[in-house]
């Protein structure tokens, strides 16, 4: 192997996103022959000893672009200091391989999230140019305000953020249908609270190209590889 930078290493082990292993690194957590690394421009080979959080890791021959169904109660971090159950516990027992999740879902919400060990692919989905489409359905436990669709697909700034979806369709008077590109932190639960309106269901049906499908919640599958290359094609014409 040629010298790579240590982060596109580390996203090639699968430790994570090469944007995710620049704060591994910077946060001193990461050694390479035994010598702690914050240098984002160090480089290293497959014949370096590189340590993550003092174990060892290397490069993965295998990639693994996995769908869950997340149900709700399950928070999308690699360990969680509460003692809560993970995403990526629902898969440790089928691979073998470092998985981490691209994008999130939080622990009320449920629905299709990807993880993978592809530290590229994850980088070109994240990437707000990407512009990938995300689809809601939201249920909320009061009517909801008759402009809401309209005012969110404008765009609403509440407490100096603004948020604006793609698309959104008002289904019936507690549902609602949302796509997002761009996904800032709780944005959809944000705008509820805005409009004091408590949310009672919210799923992910839709990543991109891929749906639901039957899938139930709690299971996965491996994508296939025209679903891997139909996701990234999709960034792709976002990035146009």
Same mark, same amino acid.
């Given at each position: 192997?040629?010298?790579?930078?240590?982060?596109?290493?580390?996203?090639?082990?699968?430790?994570?996103?090469?944007?995710?292993?620049?704060?591994?690194?910077?946060?001193?957590?990461?050694?390479?022959?035994?010598?702690?690394?914050?240098? /984002?421009?160090?480089?290293?080979?497959? =014949?370096?000893?590189?340590?993550?959080?003092?174990?060892?890791?290397?490069?993965?021959?295998?990639?693994?672009?996995?769908?869950?169904?997340?149900?709700?109660?399950?928070?999308?971090?690699?360990?969680? +200091?509460?003692?809560?159950?993970?995403?990526?516990?629902?898969?440790?027992?089928?691979? !073998? +391989?470092?998985?981490? @999740?691209?994008?999130?879902?939080? /622990?009320?919400? !449920?629905? #299709?999230? #990807?993880?993978?060990?592809? *530290?590229?692919?994850?980088?070109?989905? !994240?990437?707000? %140019?990407?512009?990938?489409?995300?689809?809601?359905?939201?249920?909320? %436990?009061?009517?909801?305000?008759?402009?809401?669709?309209?005012?969110?697909?404008? *765009? /609403?700034?509440?407490?100096?953020?603004?948020?604006?979806?793609?698309?959104?369709?008002?289904?019936?008077?507690?549902?609602?249908?949302?796509?997002?590109?761009?996904?800032?932190?709780?944005?959809?639960?944000?705008?509820?609270?805005?409009?004091?309106?408590?949310?009672?269901?919210?799923?992910?049906?839709?990543?991109?190209?891929?749906? /639901? @499908? *039957?899938?139930?919640?709690?299971?996965?599958?491996?994508?296939?590889? %025209?679903?891997?290359?139909?996701?990234?094609?999709?960034? =792709? =014409?976002?990035?146009?």
């Amino acid at each position: 192997m040629e010298e790579t930078r240590l982060q596109a290493f580390l996203a090639h082990c699968g430790v994570a996103s090469r944007r995710a292993a620049e704060q591994i690194i910077a946060d001193g957590r990461v050694t390479v022959n035994g010598q702690v690394v914050t240098a /984002m421009g160090t480089k290293v080979t497959d =014949k370096d000893v590189v340590t993550v959080d003092g174990r060892q890791v290397h490069l993965e021959q295998t990639k693994r672009y996995v769908l869950l169904n997340k149900p709700q109660g399950v928070v999308c971090t690699s360990s969680d +200091e509460k003692g809560r159950a993970t995403a990526v516990d629902i898969l440790k027992d089928t691979y !073998s +391989e470092r998985l981490y @999740n691209v994008g999130r879902l939080d /622990m009320f919400s !449920s629905g #299709l999230i #990807l993880f993978t060990n592809d *530290g590229d692919f994850a980088a070109k989905l !994240s990437h707000p %140019s990407s512009e990938l489409e995300k689809e809601y359905i939201v249920d909320s %436990s009061l009517p909801l305000p008759r402009n809401l669709a309209e005012e969110f697909t404008h *765009g /609403m700034r509440i407490d100096g953020v603004f948020y604006k979806c793609k698309f959104a369709k008002e289904l019936n008077s507690h549902r609602i249908q949302i796509v997002l590109i761009e996904g800032k932190n709780r944005e959809i639960r944000r705008v509820f609270e805005s409009k004091q309106i408590a949310i009672k269901r919210l799923v992910r049906v839709r990543i991109g190209n891929i749906q /639901m @499908n *039957g899938l139930a919640p709690g299971a996965f599958r491996e994508l296939e590889p %025209s679903e891997v290359k139909n996701l990234l094609d999709l960034c =792709k =014409k976002g990035e146009e």
